[in-house]
Nanobody, 120 residues
Framework: QVQLVESGGGLVQAGGSLRLSCAAS????????MAWFRQAPGKERELVAS????????YYTDSVKGRFSISRDNAKNTVYLQMNSLKFEDTAVYYC?????????????WGQGTQVTVSS
């Protein structure tokens, strides 16, 4: 069982930066693939970035490449999302999620979400 708690959201002007954190409970955190999703009003939830258990592999959706960076600290059971050059269209509720390794594994563990609002 993994419990996830996000923090770090807020209001920022376009071009600014925020760093989201996701603190996880559970001794097996280091074995999980971690990810950040987001959902804007009226839109479907989308995968923003993910990171493998060893941090050797990362994924970013095209719209955030070069601006966002996902990282993890397994000793602190925490995953981060550094968001730079924020745009109005990045406004959304951001969710941290976890899944077990494997191609057929689904994201079964979710945080409560943190609001990110970018003013234009």
């Amino acid at each position: 069982q993994v419990q996830l708690v996000e923090s770090g959201g807020g209001l920022v002007q376009a071009g600014g930066s925020l760093r989201l954190s996701c603190a996880a409970s559970g001794r097996t955190f280091s074995s999980y693939v971690m990810a950040w999703f987001r959902q804007a009003p009226g839109k479907e939830r989308e995968l923003v970035a993910s990171i493998s258990w060893s941090a050797s592999s990362t994924y970013y959706t095209d719209s955030v490449k070069g601006r966002f960076s996902i990282s993890r600290d397994n000793a602190k059971n925490t995953v981060y999302l550094q968001m730079n050059s924020l745009k109005f269209e990045d406004t959304a509720v951001y969710y941290c999620a976890a899944r077990r390794p494997g191609p057929s594994s689904e994201y079964n563990y979710w945080g409560q979400g943190t609001q990110v609002t970018v003013s234009s």
